[in-house]
């Protein structure tokens, strides 16, 4: 009788903290948000280009691509980029059919016929020496390749960057909530939930000029990488009381 007394009364003492915790008021609040921003110049760069070639028969066109892709790889290690920083990002093998004839509507649709093949073979080059950007471009371009798809700038570790710029937009947060507190007469007492998140902001990709361009001579590509902006923003929640 004595433990289902006590269990008793435990169990009512429960529900009389759980009811004086639902009737506790919320504790006023002010939420305050910044972002920190800073500028770095990109220390590497992902060249992306393509090599296409069309042929009759699908051996001839494979032939014809690993002759262009041989040349470009020579020219590559020219520049002194090793092959564990060329990768192959897409392959594509497509036939080409025949247009179909004209036909009347009693006649019933012809087969379609291959009449060639188109092989696609996409690479991207790691390029860590900015200077070589322009040398690089023009010679993958002399070596046969057809189409350029452009430059994707990064910094080669971004961890540091993001990590200052999170402290700046912490910082700028916390300047907020205590110009808030000033004028509004009220203390900070806790900090109650913090929420961050960010993005990198990267140069444009910069687009080749055509290949009429490139054979009338116009010289090697001047290049500017620009500069990337890495943001952190940081929103506080902070618990107030009366000064």
């Known amino acids: 009788m004595v433990v289902v007394a006590v269990l008793a009364l435990l169990t009512v003492w429960t529900g009389v903290v759980q009811a004086h915790d639902e009737l506790r008021p919320e504790p006023p609040t002010i939420t305050v948000s910044a972002t920190g921003s800073l500028a770095f110049a990109p220390d590497q760069v992902f060249v992306t280009f393509g090599i296409d070639t069309a042929a009759r028969s699908l051996a001839d066109a494979q032939r014809q691509n690993n002759a262009v892709m041989t040349r470009v790889m020579d020219r590559l290690r020219d520049q002194n980029i ?135 001579g116009g010289g090697e590509s001047p290049i500017s990488p620009g500069e990337m902006k890495v943001e952190a923003t940081v929103t506080l929640v902070y618990e107030i009381a009366p000064n």
């Open 82 to 216: 090793e092959k564990e920083r060329i990768q192959t990002s897409s392959f594509t093998v497509s036939p080409q059919y025949k247009p179909p004839p004209k036909r009347s509507s009693d006649t019933s649709p012809a087969q379609p016929e291959i009449i060639g093949y188109l092989m696609s073979n996409t690479v991207m080059v790691d390029v860590r020496n900015l200077e070589k950007i322009g040398r690089v471009i023009e010679d993958v371009l002399a070596a046969g390749v057809n189409h350029f798809q452009g430059l994707h700038w990064v910094l080669r570790d971004e961890q540091p960057a993001r990590l200052t710029a999170l402290k700046s937009a912490a910082a700028r947060a916390h300047e907020k909530a205590a110009a808030l507190s000033e004028t509004l007469g009220v203390k900070l007492v806790r900090v109650l939930s913090v929420n961050e998140g960010g993005h990198v902001v990267r140069p444009a990709p910069h687009m080749a000029r055509s290949m009429m361009a490139m054979d009338a």
